[in-house]
């Protein structure tokens, strides 16, 4: 039996640094769409020079560029990708065997989520990372839906599980890791400010002891040394740091009047 055509979306912004790689590990595939929004860098000379298919634009939604992304996709089966993202062998063995008889209409796809060269196996979740994504799906069955930070995104259909996995490597170092924590906890910010959201003190303090425990205890950050705690905290953080800047965002908007 032949295997059904697969298209590699890869949805980035100024990452020259970890597309060619990203690009590379995906040659396989039948199809790469690369949706570059806003991008000032080298990465769609990049992405054309590996033979991808390049979308350029502005899309401050991200739901916009991914619902897109999607849309200009030909193959029936859709593997989504950030830059910083790889497909590793063994997903390629799954890929191989899943679009000769597939037997779902979406797959949970493992991560290997990585803090430099490190492979961190514990910890992740909530607020910090994940340690699995729906990222292959056939053409129709997946939906981007509004918000900046953990936006919802449906599903119809079969769901599935591959053990292959990707190789995600998600912050250079501890730096990088809190550089991120406060982006998202801006976009957070903004969206709650969208929806006239404010989350009560009491629940925020809940909430950092809560997830700090979840993700160093529950998840098993301990095993990690300080990587686990540096997650651990951007998980009990996030909730703390969006509540700051919702109020400084307000307090800004009063002042302006």
Known sequence: MSRE???VLIVARDEE???PACLASARFADEIVVVLDRSSDRSAEIARAAGAVVVEGAWPAECDRRNLGIDRCNGPWILELDA???VSPELRADLDRILVT????YYLVPFHNHIGDVWVRYGWGAYNGTAAKRALFRKGRKVWGAGEIHPRISFNGRGGQLTGHIDHFVDRDSAALFARLDRYAAAAARDAIAKNETP???TTIRRFFSRFLKSYWSRKGHREGW???CLALFSGLYPVLTHIKIL???SRARSAE
């Open 102 to 105: 597939p037997d779902a209409d």
């Open 227 to 229: 990587r686990g705690v």
């Open 200 to 202: 009560r003190t009491a």
């Open 17 to 19: 640094s970890h597309l």
């Open 248 to 250: 400084e965002l307000r």
């Open 5 to 7: 055509t697969l298209s």
């Open 84 to 86: 910083d993202e790889r």
